[in-house]
């Protein structure tokens, strides 16, 4: 079973700045099967990106994602206030697996 | 407008069986591809997929809790039931409904969850 490592675990930036956060698959697989997850406190995840760099629909251009094989990257540009959140990555394949998180603090 | 709603006991007692219902709405079930499941989360711990049903009534299941889970769907009612048996503390946690539509890879609609103690 593949598994997925997020780094690093706890990010702190402030307004304006850029993000970038990386997941690891202990073996390569499909870009198509990535995608990112944004969690607020207390809510319910929200689908970010699909097929490791396509939007999901109504959320902004300031998040994009990138990578093939064992290696992709959520990048979120602009940070705003409203990104704090845990993130995490998926692999969604005939088993699904999830990240452990990784935790986006805004200065 | 799409919604997922989870409903059951908020509490149940060790080695006890788990029924949750979620109960979805702006959808069908019947659409080629489309397929409901669960995602649990412990208190402050990460997300942990459970199970899922597609439209053909093709299953699939966590290979670490395989034994333990069993999931059926009433499209009709806009139904997806989840099993879980022989509960224990540590399945302490929310449970989510998500769905998940082709050709996205991925959960494009989430229920609120609902928090599940295990204790006796």
């Known amino acids: 079973e593949i598994v997925l490592t997020q780094s690093p675990g706890t990010l702190s930036l402030s307004p304006g700045d850029r993000a970038t956060l990386s997941c690891r698959a202990s073996q390569s697989f499909f870009s198509s099967f990535l995608a990112w997850y944004q969690q607020r406190h207390g809510q319910a995840p929200r689908l970010l990106i699909y097929?490791?760099?396509n939007r999901a629909a109504g959320v902004p251009d300031r998040f994009s994602g990138s990578g093939s094989g064992s290696n992709y990257t959520l990048t979120i540009s602009r940070l705003e206030p409203e990104d704090c959140a845990m993130y995490y990555c998926?692999?969604?394949?005939?088993?699904?697996?999830f990240g452990p998180g990784t935790r986006l603090e805004i200065k | 407008q799409i919604t997922l709603k989870e409903s059951g006991p908020t509490l149940v007692k060790p080695t006890q069986t788990l029924t949750l219902t979620c109960t979805f709405s702006?959808?069908?079930?019947?659409?080629?591809?489309?397929?409901v499941g669960w995602v649990r989360q412990p208190p402050g711990k990460a997300l942990q997929w459970l199970t899922h049903?597609?439209?053909?009534?093709?299953?699939r299941y966590s290979p670490s809790l395989k034994d333990r889970l069993t999931i059926t769907k009433d499209s009709s009612r806009n139904q997806v039931v989840l099993t879980m048996t022989d509960m224990d503390p540590v399945d302490t946690g929310t449970y989510f409904c998500v769905r998940r539509l082709p050709p996205i890879n991925g959960f494009d609609s989430w229920g609120q969850g609902t928090l599940v103690a295990v204790s006796s």
């Open positions: 097929g490791s760099s």
């Open positions: 998926q692999q969604h394949g005939t088993s699904i697996i």
């Open positions: 702006g959808f069908s079930l019947n659409t080629h591809g489309v397929g």
């Open positions: 049903i597609y439209w053909d009534d093709d299953k």
